[in-house]
């Protein structure tokens, strides 16, 4: 995409969103669900078959490097200041034979490519080294969109006594909005870095985040998330 058509798509979802604020709090959405007294962050499919070139599920690379690396380092660095849980989520699947009558794909590779993220290939589902989990940090596995989908991610979070997540990783249009969604749905408040989200499909970022700030999370600065996490890893926050 030329920087004209990016400035064109940029103007048309401002003009967008503008019509929708206006819907949208009139009748009472764009409510904040705020930040509470004990959080983790939850990184979704921030993996080397996300994150790097020459993937069916490449991301945009301009904003994973630019972006989306150097803002998780930063929440990754106040979380482990603190020692504020951090849950590293992959996809990777057992059975990738598309004709295979039992297979762990279910029917999602009849509309994407989730056969080429073979479990065998442990380099294409690896987080990237680039923000790589430490001790004590954990790393669960996904067969669906959502991270809390047949994983005991809910559980983990709630035996830390987290109220709260920072749910970061890509895509916006798909596995980062269904976390949140049933982040927020599971009672925990939802948190969504903005730099620290990405997707593969130009605007799809800006529209997606405008519509969760609406509807299922509280989309913040990283700057902010980083204040938080520094502020509540010293005290109680009310």
């Known amino acids: 995409m030329s920087d004209v058509d990016a400035r064109e798509l940029d103007r048309m979802l401002q003009a967008a969103f503008d019509a929708s604020t206006k819907i949208y709090q009139e009748r009472g959405f764009q409510r904040r669900i705020g930040f509470g007294k004990r959080p983790a962050l939850v990184s979704v499919d921030l993996a080397n078959a996300w994150t790097r070139p020459g993937n069916p599920f490449t991301c945009d690379q301009e904003k994973m490097d630019n972006e989306i690396i150097p803002g998780m380092q ?10 504020h849980p951090v849950i590293h989520i992959t996809t990777a699947y057992e059975i990738t ?9 279910g029917l999602w590779h009849r509309k994407i490519p989730i056969d080429v993220v073979n479990i065998e290939d442990k380099d294409l589902w690896a987080i990237d080294s680039r923000i790589a989990p430490i001790k004590g940090e954990h790393v669960l596995m996904k067969k669906r969109a959502s991270a809390f989908h047949g994983t005991p991610l809910a559980g983990i979070l709630r035996s830390a006594g987290v109220d709260t997540i920072l749910v970061t990783g890509v895509t916006a249009t798909a596995c980062v909005r269904t976390t949140i969604c049933d982040g927020l749905g599971e009672g925990f408040r939802t948190i969504a870095p903005r730099e620290c989200i990405g ?8 529209w997606n985040l405008y519509d969760i700030d609406a509807k299922f999370a509280d989309v913040e600065s990283v700057d902010t998330c980083v204040a938080y996490l520094d502020r509540v890893g010293n005290r109680s926050v009310a």
Not at 74 to 83: K, Q, S
Not at 97 to 105: K, L, P, R, S, V
Not at 199 to 206: C, E, K, N, T
């Open 74 to 83: 930063r929440l990754l660095e106040a979380c482990r200041r603190h020692g």
């Open 97 to 105: 034979d598309m004709d295979a009558e039992f297979t762990d794909m």
């Open 199 to 206: 997707d593969r499909v130009p605007g799809a970022v800006a």
